[in-house]
C-alpha cells in the first residue's frame, strides 16, 4: 500500500523495506538459516540473488545495504513485464473472482483485512501477537536432572520433562528473571494487554514471589521418582515436534533479551548446558493457525484460490519469509501449467520450515524462526563399535550433507516445474 499508507513499522516508500535490521542472519551452512540461505540460491530466489549483490562486511553474517537493496528490489519488480504494481490498501480480499490471490501482509496486517480474515478463518485461528516460549534441543537437556511425567499421569504418563526445583532454587531463579533485562516495546506495541495465559514470565513473576509456582511453574501433580514426592517448583519442556528432537519451555514466554535468557533460564536443572534453539519473545505480529487453515502449498482449505506466503502464515524473520514466498509461488506456477511438484523433503531447510507451518501435529502452533529442531531426525551413525553419538559440529554437517543431496534429487524429479517459477 506504500506510498499511500505505510504500517507503524515502515518509513521508506520502496519494496522490500528491510525494518528491523539489514542482516538476513548467519551466512554459514553449519548454521540451519545459513542452510537455508544456501538452497535459495541454489533455487535461484531473486532475493538471495539481488542480496548478495548489496551485501557489506558483517563476518559469517549476511547483512546488506537497505537502501541499495531495497531500491533493487523495486527496480527489478517494477520493470519486469508481466508484473503490475498497484498502490493502495486491500481492505477486503474479492472471493468471487476465478483467480488466485495470495496473502503476504506481513506480521502487522492492517485491521480491516484482518477483520475479513476473522470472517473467513474463525477468531480462534487468527492471533494478533506473539507469545513465544524458548525451545532447546533435545540432546543438550540433561536427562540426570529431570524426570519425564505427565501431570497426574494423564495422556501418555510421560509426556513431558520436568525440572524439579526446591525452595531456594526457586526464590533465586525468581529474582533473576524480576531483575533481567527486557527488550523494550516498540511504540506500536505500547498498550499491549496479555491474555492471561500469555503473559510474559516477568510478568508474572513481578505480581508477587510465588505467583510463578501458581502459574507455570506448578508442581501439583507431578510425582518426582527420585524422592516421590512433589518438586517446590518445576519447569516444564513439552516435545515441540513428532521427533522429540526439541522441546520448548512451557508457560515461558519472554521479553528478556536472549542473553539474559541463556543467563536466567541456565539456572534451570537440566538446562545449565542447553542449546537454545529459539529464544523466547513477545510482539505483535498476525499470523494464522496454519497447521489446522492450509495444505502443503499453503491454500486456505475452505477458499482454494486464497494462498498465503510470509509471516503471517507462522514463519518468523526475512529469510523465512523468503523461502515461504518462493514455494508459494512455485507452486501455484506448477498448478497452472498442471506440473507435478511436491513439497521439498522434511532433511531440507526449506522443507523443514514449510512443514513446520502445517504440521498438525503440534496443537499450539506459534511462529517460528527455522533451527535444526525442526528438520527430519538424523539416522544414528552407522560403525563397528557401539554407537557414538555425534556431537554439535558433526550433527550440523551431517544436516547440511544430507539437505544438499536430498535438495539436489528434489530438483531433479520436479525440474520443469521449479524452471517455471
Known sequence: ?????????????????????????????????????????????????????????AGDALAVDRELFSAAVEQHIRQHPRIEVVAGEVTELALDRPITTVVATGPLTSDALAAQLVTLTGQERLAFYDAIAPIVSAESVDMQQVFAASRWGKGGGDDYLNCPMDKAQYTAFVEAIVTAESLPLQDFEKGIRYFPGCQPIEVIA?????????????????DDPRTGRWAYAVVQLRAENRHRTAFNLVGFQTKMRQAEQRRVLGMIPGLQEAEFLRYGSVH????????RLLDATMRLHTQPK????????????????????????????????????????????????????????????????????????????????????????????????????????????????????
Open 306 to 421: 486464497l494462498r498465503f506466503a510470509g509471516q503471517i502464515t507462522g514463519v518468523e524473520g526475512y529469510v523465512e519469509s523468503t523461502a515461504s514466498g518462493w514455494w508459494v509461488a512455485v507452486a501455484l506456477a506448477a498448478q497452472l501449467r498442471d506440473l507435478p511438484v511436491e513439497p521439498p523433503p522434511a532433511s531440507t531447510a526449506l522443507g523443514a520450515l514449510m512443514l513446520h507451518v502445517i504440521d498438525a501435529s503440534v496443537p499450539d502452533f506459534q511462529p517460528s524462526n527455522l533451527h535444526f529442531g525442526l528438520f527430519a531426525p538424523l539416522d544414528e551413525p552407522q560403525g563397528d563399535g557401539p554407537a557414538k553419538r555425534r556431537d554439535k559440529g558433526q550433527r550440523k554437517q551431517a544436516h547440511a550433507d544430507r539437505a544438499r543431496l536430498d535438495l539436489a534429487q528434489w530438483r531433479a524429479r520436479f525440474a520443469s516445474a521449479l524452471a517455471c517459477g
Open 206 to 222: 513481578a505480581s508477587g514471589p510465588k505467583s510463578l509456582r501458581f502459574g507455570p511453574m506448578k508442581p501439583t501433580g507431578l
Open 284 to 291: 505483535r505480529n498476525t499470523f494464522l493457525d496454519s497447521p
Open 1 to 57: 500500500m506504500k506510498p499511500l499508507r505505510r504500517t507503524a513499522a515502515q518509513t521508506a516508500d520502496t519494496l522490500a523495506e528491510l525494518v528491523c535490521s539489514n542482516s538476513f542472519r548467519s551466512d554459514n551452512p553449519l548454521n540451519a538459516i545459513g542452510l537455508l540461505h544456501e538452497e535459495l540460491r541454489a533455487l535461484d530466489s531473486l532475493i538471495f540473488r539481488l542480496a548478495d549483490q548489496h551485501r557489506v562486511p
